[in-house]
């Protein structure tokens, strides 16, 4: 038998350790220490202490991920959906699709969407602020 590669040896000696819970927990514990050491080296940023523009990239990142995530999270859940059975007679009607339904975000934004000219054109109507006040400072003149 060939002698393992690194990458084998590494793998074996992962799983074993994931199987041990003790281990696994002090392998945690360590890795823990690890990262506050590196943050408190400065080897490791957080978000606070980045830029405005290093934010706004990490941000969209985050946004991006989080989308796949949920992409693939609701891919998974549209495949375990069991098939409708077979119709047993003509005369059934057919059972109507499911439609999930929209997320809170969504509506929330769609009234929005809905608002905006109704607001947009109610403060048409109202004159500025400023222009009251130019109002009343030509009276008192």
């Known amino acids: 038998m060939p002698p393992k590669s690194n990458k084998e040896t590494m793998r074996a000696y992962r799983s074993k350790i994931k199987d041990d819970p003790v281990a ?10 690890r990262y506050q050491i590196r943050k408190a080296q400065g080897k490791i940023k957080t978000i606070h202490n980045l830029p405005e523009r290093d934010q706004g990239k ?14 693939s999270k609701n891919s998974e ?13 003509a005369s059934d009607p057919p059972a109507p699709p499911q439609i999930r339904p929209m997320y809170h975000q969504k509506l929330v934004g769609r009234r929005k969407m809905r608002r905006e000219p109704i607001e947009q054109s109610r403060n048409k ?16 003149r």
């Open 24 to 33: 696994h927990e002090a392998y945690l514990h360590r890795e823990r220490e």
């Open 58 to 71: 990490v941000r969209k990142d985050w946004r991006l991920k989080k989308r796949r995530e949920r992409s």
């Open 77 to 89: 859940c549209t495949n375990e959906m069991p098939e409708t059975p077979p119709m047993t007679s």
């Open 125 to 140: 109507r109202k004159p500025s602020r400023g222009f009251k006040e130019k109002i009343e400072t030509s009276r008192d």
